[in-house]
């Protein structure tokens, strides 16, 4: 089936800007995560939903980032007045539930970059 | 804060020649995840361990995890190129709802 996918693959803004980076978590897994991947570096946690809501923020490094989820499945990741330390690849990840091998399953990612 | 620490962080190593990667974490943990990145791309699940003693293995890699001693090994066996990539190990903290991840061992496989 389908795996996750994330919109755009490729994202490249001047400081200043607002960004949205989309995810599409895999059908029926309820618990979506965002995580940011620096070059040469594990991905960090950002923020993990539980349906609609985000049930765990913070990961956020500060109120530029905000993420909704508003029907339980597709997630936008914002960023407000994007900074060249935002430069990053930004990866969503799924998962079928909390109460299980808590498995998550990655996205390609969206690679971020601001001039 | 939990930590989670790999070693080595670069490793090149020959076709056929046997290696283990160390993955060391901070906290009281039951579960602890092995990830696959190539050069560009996403993360693959490798491996889930669930409990102390726990060992998976899957073509030339194998993984186990001790929770008392907080450390996961991945052992490679005769290896080939075609394993060269990153490999990432990663607990979830005590809600299961984040994912902490190692820096990562780049694994070079030399002909």
């Known amino acids: 089936g389908a795996g996750v996918s994330q919109t755009p693959s490729n994202k490249v803004t001047e400081k200043g800007k607002y960004v949205e980076l989309r995810c599409d978590p895999i059908?029926?897994?309820?618990?979506l995560y965002w995580y940011r991947q620096s070059l040469g570096q594990g991905p960090e946690f950002l923020i993990y939903?539980?349906?609609?809501?985000?049930?765990?923020d913070s990961g956020l490094p500060n109120d530029r980032f905000f993420a909704v989820r508003p029907e339980g499945s597709v997630s936008t990741l914002k960023i407000q007045r994007t900074e060249r330390g935002d430069s990053a690849v930004y990866l969503c990840a799924s998962s079928p539930s909390r109460d299980s091998t808590n498995e998550q399953f990655f996205g390609p990612g969206t690679r971020l970059t601001v001039l | 804060e939990l930590k989670v620490e790999q070693n080595p962080l670069f490793l090149s190593m020959q076709e056929g020649k046997n290696y283990t990667i160390y993955c060391n974490y901070s906290?009281?943990?039951?579960?602890l995840y092995w990830y696959r990145q190539d050069p560009g791309k996403s993360l693959e699940s490798l491996f889930v361990?669930?409990?102390?003693?726990a060992v998976k293995q899957e073509g030339r890699l194998m993984a186990s995890l001790d929770t008392k001693a907080r450390l996961s090994t991945l052992h490679i066996t005769a290896a080939v190129h075609d394993l060269s990539a990153t490999y990432f190990c990663a607990v979830d903290n005590w809600a299961g709802n984040q994912f902490y991840f190692g820096t990562g061992t780049s694994l070079t496989v030399i002909p």
């Open positions: 906290t009281t943990s039951d579960r």
């Open positions: 361990l669930l409990s102390n003693g």
């Open positions: 939903f539980q349906g609609t809501g985000a049930a765990d």
């Open positions: 059908s029926g897994h309820t618990a």
